[in-house]
């Protein structure tokens, strides 16, 4: 079982078995009762709680320090982290094959905000030319072992904050014709630099604009802040790109196992240009 499956979602927690590992975590959105029994939660061999002043830690401590799964035909190299996360995100592989897709030869793509790659995998087995931008060093080089592991080496890395990292690109007239980025609500950028999503999303996408080439070919623009909802994505991008383009948005979701409930984590918006 060398996957991602969610196995069961309620009273604020989903249960989950990630490679082998079968685990619980926080899930805020899963306000229903569970469908699994309680024996089959108790199956759980760790569990993360998180705390009231940020944060968290796991229960048991009895997860492997690293081990990997084959997701959407990627694989990713995982670790428990202090906050919880594993290092892949299992909603955003639903915009894997999309990239994938999309991507061409000639595409010059930027990732924003990338973390541990797998959108960056996913276009570079595409074929594209791609660029991984993340703040955190640590990440980077988490996204460089994922990228050996699936045997892509012409990516190029860059730690750097994403504002800064674009106005010097703009200054050097550097262009990209793909654009993918994921936003955070809160965040530091490398040397420090507040990110607040509500006061930084517009300059941000200005700054975005300046750096496409004039032959764009797509942008895939996610989030995960609760009021920035499809139709939000959507009239940031017509804001700043007109409306001669097409958006296809929508809710990213984890789907449950043997069930039709589905975890609602996050939002997307995919734009193609005529």
Known sequence: NNTYTLLDSGYFKKLENVGGQVMVRPCPQACWAPSLAKQDWNKAKDTYIRSNKGGGKWKFNSL???????????????RPTNFGHLGVFAEAASNWQWLKDMSKPEIKALNMFAYTGGSSLAMSKGGAQVTHLDAAKGIVDW???????????????????????????????????????????????????????EDDIMPFLERCKAVMSDKPAFILFTCHTPHFTPKVLDNLIYTVWGEDLTTESGEMTIPQESSKRTIPSGFYTRVTFP
């Open 64 to 78: 492997p320090e690293q081990w990997d799964i084959v997701y959407h035909g990627q694989k990713m190299i995982l």
């Open 143 to 197: 996204a460089r072992l994922n990228a050996e592991a699936n045997d892509i080496s012409n990516i190029r890395w860059i730690v750097d904050d994403v504002n800064r990292f674009l106005d010097r690109e703009i200054r050097r007239g550097n262009k990209y014709d793909a654009l993918v980025m994921d936003p955070p609500s809160y965040g530091r950028g490398s040397k420090g630099e507040i990110w607040k999503i």
